[in-house]
């Protein structure tokens, strides 16, 4: 098997033990000006008023498809454009109306005290203490789409294991366990970031007869306890639920997420809705997912492809 990364979406960190730094640094109350590769932001049309700024952690391909689908949804407006570096400090202009950041260093970029700030990929982000309204992109649908769509590839399955380790990932648990409930599928949850408490929990038999699911959780999914799920899935035919297609394809069973350009997509509309003065909720969830089966994982578990009762999903080797 080719080497994992250690996280599924971009990150700047290298080491797993980055993942405890950089949810610290986030949640502290200061608004940190990062640096950007150029003092001269690129717009997309010269001589427009630069309304929305796009602001990406890095040149990594997730963020640039997420910035590809904010711009065909916003065809025809200007937007600046940055993405974070270490040499050249740049401050965003005043008449900057909304901030779209992918990842959660460029989320920290200080923003003009009326703008308001889209936020997208990034995942174990806390809320803020700046004034900005914010609005999140979120990487999951909503809980009870999440639950209805495990049913939908596992119709008999009666008990779902979901390991969790940021406070952001909380609520989220809550409203899959209550949405389970309703559909009849138990939702056991057990929050870690520790790779041996995690193999621990895993040998007590916990996920006998279940599946797991695993949120896009970057203090929990780093390369070692990725290959201890993985593992455990592979050893036990347990069904392994993971938030990005990159992981069906190193050894998950399945991936219910949507693309990076949907996310774009999805910033780019509630762009529009807030230029245009119309409503926006502060939690945005897809609604238009991909849905990727690993196939050998799949069979090895025991799923039967041919039962599966929905559509559009898309099969890897």
Same mark, same amino acid.
Request: aromatic share 6%.
């Given at each position: 098997?080719?080497? #994992?990364?250690?996280?599924?979406?971009?990150?700047?960190?290298?080491? *797993?033990?980055?993942?405890?730094?950089?949810?610290? !640094?986030?949640?502290?109350?200061?608004?940190?000006?990062?640096?950007?590769?150029?003092?001269? $932001?690129?717009?997309?049309?010269?001589?427009?008023?630069?309304?929305?700024?796009?602001?990406?952690?890095? /040149?990594?391909?997730?963020? =640039?498809?997420?910035?590809?689908?904010?711009?065909?949804? %916003?065809?025809?407006?200007?937007?600046? @454009?940055?993405?974070?570096?270490? +040499?050249?400090?740049?401050? %965003?202009?005043?008449? &900057?109306?909304?901030?779209?950041? !992918?990842?959660? @260093?460029?989320? =920290?970029?200080?923003?003009?005290?009326?703008?308001?700030?889209?936020?997208?990929?990034? *995942?174990?982000?806390?809320?803020?203490?700046?004034?900005?309204?914010?609005?999140?992109?979120?990487?999951?649908?909503?809980?009870?789409?999440?639950?209805?769509?495990?049913?939908?590839? =596992? $119709?008999?399955?009666?008990?779902?294991?979901?390991?969790?380790?940021?406070?952001?990932?909380?609520?989220?648990?809550? =409203?899959?366990? +209550?949405?389970?409930?309703?559909?009849?599928? /138990?939702?056991?949850?057990?929050?870690?970031?520790?790779?041996?408490?995690?193999?621990?929990? #895993?040998?007590?038999?916990?996920?006998?007869?279940?599946?797991?699911?695993? *949120?896009?959780? $970057? %203090?929990?999914?780093?390369? /070692?306890? !990725?290959?201890? %799920?993985?593992?455990?899935?592979?050893?036990?035919?347990?069904?392994?639920?993971?938030?990005?297609?990159?992981?069906?394809?190193?050894?998950?069973?399945?991936?219910?997420? *949507?693309? !990076?350009?949907? &996310?774009?997509?999805?910033?780019?509309?509630?762009?529009?809705?807030?230029?245009?003065?119309?409503?926006? $909720? +502060?939690?945005?969830?897809? /609604?238009?997912?991909?849905?990727?089966?690993?196939?050998?994982?799949?069979?090895?578990?025991?799923?039967? #492809?041919?039962?599966?009762?929905?559509?559009?999903?898309?099969?890897? @080797?």
């Amino acid at each position: 098997m080719p080497e #994992l990364p250690v996280s599924p979406w971009p990150n700047n960190a290298a080491k *797993p033990m980055s993942y405890r730094q950089n949810a610290n !640094f986030i949640s502290t109350a200061a608004a940190v000006l990062f640096m950007f590769q150029s003092g001269r $932001p690129t717009p997309a049309r010269a001589g427009e008023a630069p309304l929305i700024a796009a602001i990406l952690s890095s /040149e990594l391909t997730p963020y =640039q498809k997420a910035r590809q689908g904010l711009e065909k949804t %916003l065809a025809g407006r200007a937007i600046l @454009r940055y993405t974070l570096a270490k +040499d050249t400090e740049t401050i %965003l202009p005043q008449n &900057i109306r909304i901030a779209v950041t !992918f990842g959660a @260093r460029a989320a =920290q970029t200080a923003l003009p005290g009326k703008t308001a700030h889209i936020i997208a990929i990034a *995942p174990a982000m806390l809320p803020t203490p700046r004034a900005n309204r914010e609005i999140r992109i979120e990487m999951l649908p909503e809980a009870g789409e999440m639950v209805a769509r495990i049913r939908g590839i =596992q $119709p008999e399955l009666r008990v779902l294991v979901a390991f969790w380790a940021s406070e952001t990932s909380r609520d989220y648990i809550k =409203q899959m366990t +209550d949405s389970g409930r309703t559909a009849g599928l /138990e939702v056991r949850s057990y929050q870690t970031a520790d790779g041996s408490v995690l193999s621990s929990a #895993l040998r007590t038999g916990v996920v006998i007869g279940s599946s797991i699911w695993i *949120p896009p959780d $970057p %203090l929990l999914i780093n390369s /070692e306890n !990725f290959e201890i %799920l993985r593992g455990y899935s592979v050893k036990n035919s347990v069904p392994l639920y993971v938030p990005t297609e990159g992981l069906a394809g190193n050894g998950g069973t399945v991936s219910i997420a *949507p693309s !990076f350009e949907e &996310i774009g997509r999805l910033a780019g509309e509630a762009s529009i809705s807030l230029l245009e003065g119309r409503s926006v $909720p +502060d939690n945005i969830y897809p /609604e238009k997912l991909e849905i990727v089966i690993n196939a050998a994982s799949a069979r090895q578990c025991g799923i039967d #492809l041919s039962g599966i009762k929905i559509p559009g999903f898309r099969l890897i @080797r």
